[in-house]
């Protein structure tokens, strides 16, 4: 099993020569999805009306993670997410997590 970046797009091959496709999977305790074509997806997904957000080796972030560079009112710079054992992040939503409780708007971000 081995992953290839081919035209900057990445693949997971198996022994057999086959590439992943349409569909999560979980490698070496990491959680992927792949497009109809093979291809890991990176950045911000939204799959099933949950959305999702990939590292660029095609991870999606488990827990307490922060994307950078945005502007959301009254904020600039870096936003706060959690994104459950799944992959999806919580949006539109108070939840308790080790023993506090946190909301998160509707795009995820983790009020303050």
């Known amino acids: 099993n081995r992953y290839e970046d081919i035209d900057g797009k990445r693949y997971y091959f198996h022994e057999d020569g086959s590439v992943n496709k349409a569909g999560f999977e979980k490698i070496d305790g990491k959680l992927y999805h792949f497009d ?19 590292d660029g080796s095609g991870a999606a972030k488990i827990g307490w993670f922060s994307v950078g560079g945005g502007y ?41």
């Open 36 to 54: 109809n074509n093979g291809v890991a997806q990176t950045g911000w997904q939204k799959i099933d009306g949950k959305d999702y957000y990939f």
């Open 72 to 112: 959301h009112f009254p904020y600039y710079g870096h936003f706060t997410y959690y994104a459950k054992q799944d992959g999806s992040i919580y949006t539109d939503t108070k939840v308790e997590i080790d023993g506090k409780t946190y909301k998160f708007d509707s795009h995820g971000h983790k009020g303050y």
